[in-house]
C-alpha cells in the first residue's frame, strides 16, 4: 500500500550543551529574531555602517546587521556592548549613545530619519509605528528591510477537552491553534478572542435565516465554543450596550459582560434569552471598584467570584477583595481578603471541586473554604534567595485531580507543589521577562507558560526541570517549534525569523535544515521520547565562508566561468552548490577537500561553467561543513545576459514507473499505469506551451534499474538548458532507513540497509543528480509506496534514527530549489484503486488537465497545481475511501507554467 516519502532575542543557548570551543562567544547561540518589546524612538548607524542599534530609553537596545537584516541581541539599555561588538560600534555602553542618536536625528513629515555615516543607508522610524523601522538605500529610497517587534505575545492558553489542540491567544487579539502532539501551529484566527476565563473562544461573525434565537434578517452575534466540550452558542450584540464579553459559564447558560459606562459593572446574561438576569456593581460608599476582567466561575457555573479595588475605612490604605455571588440569585454570598499584614491580590482561581478558592498575594497562595472563609491550606511562594516582588504569582493552574498546583512568578520561573502536603515539588526557570500564563499538561508531569512580551510558549518537563520545546508564533502567521537540542519544525515563512548566532556572524536556522529541520523529532520529543543521545546545534562543527571572485557582471555569451572562494572555518569542507535564479544547477559533492598547502592558507578554489537564461541571472553560492551538516551563508552575484536564444523553452521528463522488482513480495499494480498516464497527460497540455515536449518513460524491469536511471538523469545535463522545464516523476517505493530515504529500483531484492545502500537510489545521490540538471525550473513528482508495509508504532519507533519521508521531500525540495509533490505524509497510505490508477496521480492528472487553472487564464502553473493537489487529495480520500490521506507539499524556487488548458 502506497506511503510517500517544511533581540527581543530568545536567548535559547540554555537549551545547549556545552561545546568543545574555548570561547564562550564562538558556541551557538539560537534565538528568534524580532525587536524591541517596548518600541523604538532612536536608532544609531555604527561608524562602518554594519549595524544599526535600535533603542527605547530606559528599556532596551536591540543591534540589527544591516548587511541581511538580522538582529544580533537585546540588551538592557545600561548594559556594556559585548566585546566582540565594541569596537565596531565604537561605543562601550548602550545608554550613552541615546544622547547621540537623538542628535542625528531628523523630524519629517512622514518619520524620523538617521543616516549611517557613509551616507549609503538611512533608517526611517514612521510616524505611525513605534516598533518599525525601514532600513532604505539612502540614494534610491527603496526599503532594503523591515526591522521591528514581530512575534506575537501570549496571554491565555487552554486545552480542547480531548487534548488535541491547545489553544493561546495574543495580544494583539489573533487565535492561535497549536497541535501540542506534533509540534504545529493549525490555524491562526484575527477575529476570535480567548475569553479572560481561558476556556472559552468569541468571535463577531455573522449569519442569516434564524440560527437559534436570531432574527431572520442578517444579525451581528457573538459565536462563543467552549473549548473544553467543543459547545457553541451565539448572543446578538446589534442592541447591547457598549461592553465586552469576558467569559460564559462552564454550563454555557450565562453569558458575562463587562459594561464599560460610568458606572464600568458586569452583567449576566441569560444565554437562552440572551435578557440580562443580574447587573453586579461595586459598593460605592466603600469606595469599592471592580478590576474589570479579574474575575473566576466555579466549575459547577454556581458562583463567580470578583476582584475589586478598594479603600480602607480605617487604614485608609489601598486593598483587594474578593467578592462572590450565587449566579442563580445574584445575591453577594462572600467577600474575601488575603491574611494580614497582605492587602494586595495577584491571582485567584477556584480549584476544581468548586468548593474552595486559590487566592495569591506577594508571598503566599491560600487555599480559601468558600463556606466560610477559612484558610484551609497555604502554599508558600517567596523564595529567600530573590527579592519580594520576584515572586509576585501571576496565574494559578491545579490540575484535574486535584493534586498539584502550578504558578507562574514575575522573574518567569513555574513552581509547582503537591497538594497532599503542601510541599513545593519543581521550581522551573522559563521566561525571563516573567510569566503571564501557566498551564499543567494533561499528564501533569509536564507544564505550559508563556512569558510576559517574549512572545514564546514554554513546555517544560516538571521532574528534571529541563525545557521539552519552545512555541514561537509571528505576526505575519509563521511559527516555530524548537527542541533544545536545535530540532525544529517550522511554516515556510517562520524558519527565517530562527537564527544562530556564532560570535559576530549571524546565519539564518536553514544554514542547519538539512540537519536539524526534524518535525518527526520534535514530535518524538512532545510524545516524551528522550533526544539527548543525538547530535546538537552547539557540536556541529562551523560551516566554510564562500565568496564569488571572480565572474561578470554583463554578458553576451551563454556560458561563463563561475569562480568561488572556500574558507574552511574549522568545520572543513563539504558539498558545494550553486543557485541560478534559486534552483540548483551545480552540486558538487567534493567532501574532505584537500586545503591548499599555503602557510596559513585555508581556501580553496573552484571554478565552474555554468549556462544562463536571457536577461537577468542571480547567482548563490553555498557550501556546507565537512559533514554536510551546516550550510554557510550564500555569497550573491547578479549577472546580465545581453544574448537571445531565439526558441522557447522546451520540456524534458524523466517518467518512471515500476511495478516488477527482482523482489517478487515488492510487486506493485498501478506504478506502470500510473507513470504512462502521467506521460501522455505531460504531452498534451505541453504540447505548443513549449518549443519541444520529450519525454523519457521508463517502466520496464531493465529500464528501471538503479544504473539506468541515474545514467538518464545524467544525461540531462547536457539535453536541458537553463530555460527549460525539467520534470521527474518516479512511482515505486520508497523507504526511510537510518536516516536515509532510498526510492527502490527493480532491481532491488534485499530490504537490508546495507544492501538498499548498494542497490537502492539513496537521497544524496537524488539530490545530486536533480541538483546538477542546469534548468531553473524543475518540478518533481514522488509517488512511493513503502516497501516493507511498516506499521504505524514501528515507522514511529524509526523516527528517533532518521527522518520521515515528508521531511525528506521537504528537505530535497530546498536543497535543489524545485517543487516537490509526494502522494502521503510518512504516517498515511497512498490509496490506490481509484479509477484503476493511484488516488495522488490521477487527481495530479485531472490538475494538469485543467482543473488546477482557478482563475481561468488557459495555463496550470505549478503552485496552482500544488494547492489543487494538497485540497482535493484529502476530500477523495476521505470520500472515496474514509480514509485520510494528505500529499507532501514543498514550494521552492520559482513558480513556473507546466501546462496549457485547450
Known amino acids: 500500500m502506497k506511503k510517500a516519502l517544511s533581540f527581543v532575542c530568545i536567548a535559547l543557548a540554555v537549551f545547549f550543551c556545552q561545546t568543545a570551543t574555548p570561547d564562550a562567544s564562538d558556541r551557538p547561540v539560537i534565538y528568534a529574531q524580532a525587536g524591541n518589546s517596548s518600541g523604538v524612538d532612536r536608532v544609531i548607524f555604527s561608524p562602518n555602517g554594519d549595524y544599526l542599534v535600535s533603542l527605547c530609553f530606559p528599556g532596551s537596545a536591540v543591534v540589527w546587521e544591516t548587511a541581511s537584516g538580522r538582529t544580533y541581541g537585546e540588551f538592557p539599555t545600561d548594559a556594556d556592548v559585548p566585546p566582540e561588538l565594541s569596537g565596531v560600534m565604537g561605543f562601550k555602553n548602550f545608554g550613552e549613545v541615546y544622547s547621540l542618536a537623538d542628535a542625528r536625528t531628523t523630524s519629517t513629515d512622514t518619520g524620523r530619519i538617521t543616516h549611517s555615516d557613509d551616507t549609503r543607508l538611512m533608517a526611517e522610524i514612521p510616524n505611525n509605528s513605534c516598533s518599525t523601522i525601514l532600513l532604505r538605500d539612502a540614494k534610491t529610497g527603496a526599503v532594503l528591510h523591515t526591522l521591528g517587534f514581530l512575534r506575537d505575545t501570549f496571554h491565555q492558553m487552554a486545552f480542547s477537552e480531548d487534548r488535541s489542540v491547545f489553544y493561546t491567544h495574543s495580544g494583539f487579539s489573533d487565535l492561535t491553534v497549536w497541535d501540542p502532539r506534533a509540534g504545529e501551529l493549525k490555524q491562526k484566527d484575527p477575529d476570535v478572542d480567548l475569553l479572560d476565563d481561558n476556556r472559552f473562544l468569541c468571535a463577531v461573525a455573522k449569519e442569516t435565516e434564524g440560527f437559534c434565537f436570531l432574527s431572520k434578517k442578517t444579525t451581528a452575534f457573538f459565536r462563543i465554543t467552549d473549548t473544553l466540550t467543543g459547545r457553541e452558542t451565539r448572543i446578538p450584540w446589534d442592541d447591547m450596550p457598549h461592553g465586552r464579553i469576558f467569559g460564559l459559564s462552564p454550563d454555557m447558560t450565562r453569558?458575562?459582560?463587562?459594561?464599560?459606562?460610568?458606572?464600568?459593572?458586569?452583567?449576566?446574561?441569560?444565554?437562552?434569552?440572551?435578557?440580562?438576569?443580574?447587573?453586579?456593581?461595586?459598593?460605592?460608599?466603600?469606595?469599592?471598584?471592580?478590576?474589570?476582567?479579574?474575575?473566576?466561575?466555579?466549575?459547577?457555573?454556581?458562583?463567580?467570584?470578583?476582584?475589586?479595588?478598594?479603600i480602607d475605612k480605617e487604614t485608609g490604605k489601598?486593598?483587594?477583595?474578593?467578592?462572590?455571588?450565587?449566579?442563580?440569585?445574584?445575591?453577594?454570598?462572600?467577600?474575601?481578603?488575603?491574611?494580614?499584614?497582605?492587602?494586595?491580590?495577584?491571582?485567584?482561581?477556584?480549584?476544581?471541586?468548586?468548593?474552595?478558592?486559590?487566592?495569591?498575594?506577594?508571598?503566599?497562595?491560600?487555599?480559601?473554604?468558600?463556606?466560610?472563609?477559612?484558610?484551609?491550606?497555604?502554599?508558600?511562594?517567596?523564595?529567600?534567595?530573590?527579592?519580594?516582588?520576584?515572586?509576585?504569582?501571576?496565574?494559578?493552574?491545579?490540575?484535574?485531580?486535584?493534586?498539584?498546583?502550578?504558578?507562574?512568578?514575575?522573574?518567569?520561573?513555574?513552581?509547582?507543589?503537591?497538594?497532599?502536603?503542601?510541599t513545593k515539588t519543581a521550581t522551573l526557570p522559563t521566561a525571563a521577562d516573567g510569566s503571564y500564563c501557566v498551564v499543567l499538561a494533561p499528564d501533569k508531569n509536564r507544564v505550559w507558560s508563556t512569558g510576559k512580551d517574549d512572545g514564546t510558549i514554554y513546555l517544560t518537563d516538571i521532574a528534571t526541570g529541563e525545557n521539552v520545546a519552545r512555541f514561537?508564533?509571528?505576526?505575519?502567521?509563521?511559527?516555530?517549534?524548537?527542541?533544545?537540542?536545535?530540532?525544529?519544525?517550522?511554516?515556510?515563512?517562520?524558519?527565517?525569523?530562527?537564527?544562530?548566532?556564532?560570535?559576530?556572524?549571524?546565519?539564518?536556522?536553514?544554514?542547519?535544515?538539512?540537519?536539524?529541520?526534524?518535525?518527526?523529532?520534535?514530535k518524538v520529543a512532545l510524545q516524551g521520547g528522550s533526544l539527548k543521545h543525538l547530535r546538537t546545534v552547539a557540536d556541529t562543527p562551523p560551516a566554510p565562508a564562500v565568496t564569488i571572485v571572480n565572474a561578470p557582471v554583463k554578458t553576451d555569451r551563454e556560458e561563463i566561468a563561475v569562480t568561488v572562494r572556500i574558507t574552511d572555518q574549522g568545520g572543513g569542507i563539504g558539498d558545494i552548490r550553486i543557485f541560478l535564479n534559486d534552483s540548483a544547477v551545480v552540486s558538487d559533492s567534493s567532501r574532505g577537500i584537500a586545503l591548499t598547502p599555503v602557510a596559513d592558507e585555508k581556501s580553496v578554489i573552484k571554478t565552474y561553467t555554468l549556462r544562463l537564461v536571457p536577461g537577468v541571472n542571480i547567482l548563490r553560492a553555498t557550501a556546507f561543513n565537512s559533514d554536510n551538516t551546516m550550510q554557510s551563508n550564500a555569497a550573491l552575484h547578479t549577472v546580465t545576459a545581453g544574448f537571445e536564444t531565439g526558441r522557447k523553452p522546451a520540456l524534458h521528463a524523466v517518467v518512471v514507473g515500476i511495478n516488477t522488482y527482482k523482489n517478487p513480495q515488492l510487486t506493485l499494480k498501478y506504478a506502470v499505469p500510473d507513470a504512462r498516464l502521467f506521460a501522455d497527460t505531460l504531452k498534451s497540455v505541453g504540447t505548443g506551451l513549449f518549443e519541444t515536449v520529450s519525454?523519457?518513460?521508463?517502466?520496464?524491469?531493465?529500464?528501471?534499474?538503479?544504473?539506468?536511471?541515474?545514467?538518464?538523469?545524467?544525461?540531462?545535463?547536457?539535453?536541458?538548458?537553463?530555460?527549460?522545464?525539467?520534470?521527474?516523476?518516479?512511482?515505486?517505493?520508497?523507504?526511510?532507513?537510518?536516516?536515509?530515504?532510498?526510492?527502490?529500483?527493480?532491481?532491488?531484492?534485499?530490504?537490508?540497509?546495507?544492501?538498499?545502500?548498494?542497490?537502492?537510489?539513496?537521497?544524496?545521490?537524488?539530490?545530486?543528480?536533480?541538483?546538477?540538471?542546469?534548468?531553473?525550473?524543475?518540478?518533481?513528482?514522488?509517488?512511493?509506496?513503502?516497501?516493507?508495509?511498516?506499521?504505524?508504532?514501528?515507522?514511529?519507533?524509526?523516527?528517533?534514527?532518521?527522518?520521515?519521508?515528508?521531511?525528506?521531500?521537504?528537505?530535497?525540495?530546498?536543497?535543489?530549489?524545485?517543487?516537490?509533490?509526494?502522494?502521503?505524509?510518512?504516517?498515511?497510505?497512498?490509496?490506490?484503486?481509484?479509477?484503476?490508477?493511484?488516488?495522488?496521480?490521477?487527481?495530479?492528472?485531472?490538475?494538469?488537465?485543467?482543473?488546477?487553472?482557478?482563475?481561468?487564464?488557459?495555463?496550470?502553473?505549478?503552485?496552482?497545481?500544488?494547492?489543487?493537489?494538497?485540497?482535493?487529495?484529502?476530500?477523495?480520500?476521505?470520500?472515496?475511501?474514509?480514509?485520510?490521506?494528505?500529499?507532501?507539499?514543498?514550494?521552492?524556487?520559482?513558480?513556473?507554467?507546466?501546462?496549457?488548458?485547450?
Not at 255 to 261: C, T
Not at 265 to 275: I, K, N
Not at 295 to 310: C, L, T
Request: proline letters at 4%; glycine letters at 8%.
Open 255 to 310: 453569558v458575562l459582560m463587562g459594561i464599560f459606562d460610568d458606572s464600568r459593572h458586569y452583567r449576566l446574561l441569560d444565554v437562552a434569552t440572551a435578557q440580562p438576569l443580574f447587573d453586579f456593581h461595586a459598593e460605592s460608599d466603600n469606595q469599592i471598584e471592580w478590576d474589570m476582567g479579574r474575575f473566576a466561575f466555579s466549575p459547577d457555573s454556581r458562583h463567580i467570584a470578583f476582584k475589586a479595588n478598594e
Open 318 to 422: 489601598h486593598r483587594n477583595t474578593l467578592h462572590l455571588y450565587d449566579t442563580n440569585s445574584g445575591a453577594k454570598v462572600r467577600t474575601f481578603t488575603v491574611p494580614a499584614p497582605s492587602t494586595i491580590i495577584y491571582s485567584f482561581a477556584f480549584d476544581p471541586s468548586g468548593k474552595a478558592l486559590l487566592v495569591a498575594d506577594a508571598t503566599t497562595i491560600y487555599r480559601v473554604n468558600i463556606t466560610d472563609g477559612a484558610v484551609v491550606q497555604t502554599f508558600a511562594t517567596e523564595n529567600e534567595k530573590t527579592p519580594w516582588w520576584a515572586s509576585i504569582v501571576s496565574n494559578i493552574c491545579m490540575s484535574d485531580d486535584g493534586r498539584r498546583i502550578a504558578a507562574g512568578d514575575a522573574v518567569g520561573v513555574v513552581h509547582v507543589w503537591e497538594t497532599g502536603g503542601g
Open 472 to 522: 514561537i508564533s509571528f505576526r505575519d502567521g509563521g511559527w516555530i517549534v524548537i527542541t533544545p537540542q536545535g530540532y525544529y519544525n517550522a511554516s515556510a515563512n517562520g524558519e527565517k525569523y530562527l537564527n544562530v548566532r556564532i560570535g559576530t556572524s549571524i546565519y539564518d536556522i536553514g544554514n542547519y535544515r538539512e540537519a536539524f529541520f526534524r518535525p518527526d523529532l520534535v
Open 695 to 902: 519525454v523519457d518513460l521508463l517502466t520496464t524491469p531493465e529500464a528501471t534499474t538503479k544504473t539506468t536511471i541515474q545514467r538518464r538523469l545524467e544525461a540531462m545535463r547536457q539535453q536541458v538548458r537553463p530555460d527549460d522545464v525539467f520534470v521527474f516523476y518516479v512511482a515505486s517505493h520508497g523507504m526511510v532507513e537510518e536516516g536515509t530515504y532510498f526510492l527502490v529500483t527493480s532491481n532491488v531484492g534485499s530490504l537490508r540497509t546495507e544492501r538498499l545502500r548498494d542497490d537502492a537510489l539513496p537521497q544524496d545521490l537524488l539530490k545530486g543528480l536533480i541538483a546538477n540538471i542546469p534548468s531553473t525550473k524543475k518540478l518533481v513528482v514522488i509517488d512511493t509506496c513503502n516497501a516493507g508495509r511498516l506499521g504505524e508504532a514501528l515507522q514511529a519507533a524509526l523516527l528517533t534514527r532518521g527522518m520521515s519521508e515528508d521531511t525528506a521531500m521537504k528537505i530535497l525540495s530546498r536543497a535543489v530549489g524545485s517543487t516537490i509533490l509526494s502522494a502521503s505524509t510518512s504516517m498515511q497510505e497512498a490509496l490506490e484503486g481509484y479509477n484503476d490508477h493511484g488516488l495522488f496521480t490521477y487527481i495530479l492528472v485531472q490538475g494538469l488537465k485543467g482543473k488546477a487553472d482557478i482563475g481561468n487564464t488557459g495555463f496550470v502553473k505549478t503552485t496552482a497545481l500544488a494547492d489543487y493537489v494538497d485540497t482535493e487529495v484529502p476530500l477523495a480520500a476521505e470520500k472515496t475511501f474514509q480514509r485520510p490521506q494528505y500529499p507532501t507539499i514543498s514550494i521552492s524556487g520559482q513558480p513556473f507554467p507546466i501546462g496549457r488548458v485547450k
